[in-house]
């Protein structure tokens, strides 16, 4: 009988840790896409060009393959949050990160320490000119004792698009600015 008291307050302690990750109520793309008139050369000088000027350092520049893909980004004050009824409270923000409340303390847990992600920027030729694909990846988003670092992350945390979506504000920009 001790052994199995002893055994439930375990089980009951360890599921009680950990955080709950509420469920975006609208629906966001993982990836944006523009078109554009320009040729594909077009595109990746007017995009490394633009990166230079912001100051955003690239990690992967891959011609080739048609790759960009950016170091680590700080969005320190570019995140919001949905209402109620999944419209969101600053939608000039350029990430909506999800609720998380602390399953131990019973706490929201609402704004990160930091947030930082990478853009992965893929070019393409389609008839008539490029596409642009855009997609905001993780790199370390810290809520304090909750971090989401993909290479260190456990299976629950995998899916990191439950964390935070692009509002596409951020991809909006840099097309109009390079397309």
């Given amino acids: 009988m001790k052994i199995l008291s002893a ?41 490394l060009t633009y990166f230079g000027a912001k100051k955003i350092y690239c990690q992967v520049i891959d011609r080739s393959n048609g790759i960009i893909e950016t170091r680590w980004i700080e969005f320190k004050h570019s995140f919001t949050f ?22 131990a303390k019973g ?15 893929k070019i393409s030729e389609v008839p008539n000119g490029s596409r642009i694909s855009m997609e905001l990846l993780p790199y370390y988003i810290n809520y ?3 971090i989401l670092r993909p290479e260190y992350t456990s299976d629950l945390q ?22």
């Fill in 107 to 121: 706490y929201p847990v609402d704004k990160p320490f930091r947030l930082l992600l990478r853009l992965q920027m």
């Fill in 7 to 47: 055994a439930l307050i375990s089980v009951l302690l360890l599921s009680s840790c950990g955080y709950e990750i509420y469920p975006f109520k609208s629906e966001y793309p993982t990836y944006y896409e523009f078109n554009s008139d320009k040729s594909c050369d077009e595109l990746w000088d007017a995009a």
């Fill in 144 to 146: 304090g004792n909750f």
């Fill in 82 to 103: 949905e209402k109620n009824d999944g419209g969101l409270y600053k939608p000039y923000k350029y990430i909506v990160l999800a609720r998380i409340r602390s399953r």
């Fill in 158 to 179: 995998k899916d990191y698009h439950s964390i935070y979506r692009s509002t596409g504000v951020f991809e909006k920009e840099i097309f109009n600015q390079i397309k």
